[in-house]
């Protein structure tokens, strides 16, 4: 809810991470078949002890990194120019203290950007938050337009994907396209959910990995794949209009509904700002969707 928003990736991040022969034991995990360590779990270990020692210094910015790193990846945000600037400075040092160095930086701000460039600190490197595409980054599965400051899809590689021996559509080729929809926050819920519908009639027949799916499973996966092509069309903004900051009250709203196929529920934030005009449009807060087993599949 910052005005100013910025995203950035610890360089190698897990390469950077080393053990003391002797500490080796202690992080090991016991496997079926031969021992091995969690990388991912190192990494935010090793960032949470250097975060505590530098906490006393840099508290906000401590505070932030603490709620907003998700593995490498760290997204940021303030609401004017001047704390924005201050916080990327003081997140660059105290991750530099630690040898780690924060790349790939990109901002929907002007000044912030200019600043990025001043600094070398432009996204230059091709990793998870690049290669850029018209000034979008990406940011955990999202498309962000940095210059519109909204999130957009692309879905051109699914339906390029999809297309590819379309005369055999198998319970492996849906399974494996389909999954590459990566909708963490449930902005597309409503695509998903038809899309688990199906997942759920594949495992339901006896049908094998490569065999060709039902005719009627085909149908209404290969319409849908179809109608992806409106993904290119959708833009939704980042900022809603106002900073935690100026919100003075917020009420949650929780929804539920049900079908033959499945069930779900969401949550919408109305928000009260300091001018006392309540907020023209409601917030969505991640819906949910679950589909109904079978009631010979219950116990």
Not at 36 to 49: A, G, M, Q, Y
Not at 131 to 142: E, N, V
């Given at each position: 809810m910052n005005r100013i928003a910025w995203i950035a990736d610890i360089e190698k991040a897990i390469l950077n991470i080393a053990l003391q022969p002797e500490d080796a034991e202690a992080v090991r995990f016991v496997w079926p078949r031969e021992p091995?360590?969690?990388?991912?779990?190192?990494?935010?270990?090793?960032?949470?002890?250097h975060l505590l020692s530098v906490k006393s210094r840099f508290p906000k910015t401590v505070e932030q990194i603490e709620q907003e790193l998700y593995v490498d990846d760290y997204l940021g945000g303030a609401d004017d120019e001047t704390t924005a600037i201050a916080t990327v400075e003081e997140t660059v040092t105290?991750?530099?203290?630690?040898?780690?160095?924060?790349?790939?930086?990109?901002?929907?701000?002007?000044?912030?950007?200019?600043?990025?460039?001043?600094?070398?600190?432009t996204n230059q490197v091709v990793g998870i938050l690049s290669?850029?595409?018209?000034?979008?980054?990406?940011?955990?599965?999202?498309r962000w337009d940095t210059n519109s400051d909204s999130f957009k899809f692309d879905p051109t590689s699914i339906m390029q994907a999809a297309e590819e021996k379309e005369?055999?559509?198998?319970?492996?080729?849906?399974?494996?396209?389909?999954?590459?929809?990566?909708?963490?926050?449930?902005?597309?819920?409503?695509?998903?959910?038809?899309?688990?519908?199906?997942?759920q009639k594949l495992l339901e027949g006896e049908?094998?990995?490569?065999?060709?799916?039902?005719?009627?499973?085909?149908?209404?996966?290969s319409n849908i794949?179809?109608?992806?092509?409106?993904?290119?069309h959708l833009e939704i903004p980042r900022w809603i209009g106002h900073s935690k900051t100026s919100i003075?009250?917020?009420?949650?709203?929780?929804?539920?509904?049900?079908?033959e196929s499945a069930y779900g529920a969401e949550a919408e934030a109305r928000l009260q700002p300091e001018n006392g005009i309540l907020t023209p449009f409601s917030l969505p807060?991640?819906?949910?969707?679950?589909?109904?087993?079978?009631?010979?599949n219950l116990t």
């Open positions: 091995e360590s969690s990388s991912p779990f190192l990494l935010r270990v090793t960032i949470n002890k105290l991750f530099s203290e630690a040898q780690f160095n924060m790349r790939s930086w990109a901002t929907n701000n002007k000044q912030l950007r200019h600043f990025f460039a001043e600094k070398e600190m290669p850029t595409i018209d000034s979008q980054q990406k940011a955990l599965g999202l005369d055999k559509i198998t319970k492996r080729k849906i399974l494996s396209i389909s999954a590459r929809i990566f909708d963490r926050i449930g902005f597309l819920a409503l695509t998903t959910l038809l899309l688990k519908i199906i997942y049908i094998g990995w490569n065999d060709n799916a039902t005719p009627d499973v085909k149908s209404t996966w794949m179809r109608g992806l092509i409106d993904f290119h003075t009250s917020t009420e949650i709203y929780v929804f539920g509904d049900a079908s807060v991640k819906p949910e969707w679950r589909l109904f087993q079978e009631k010979s």
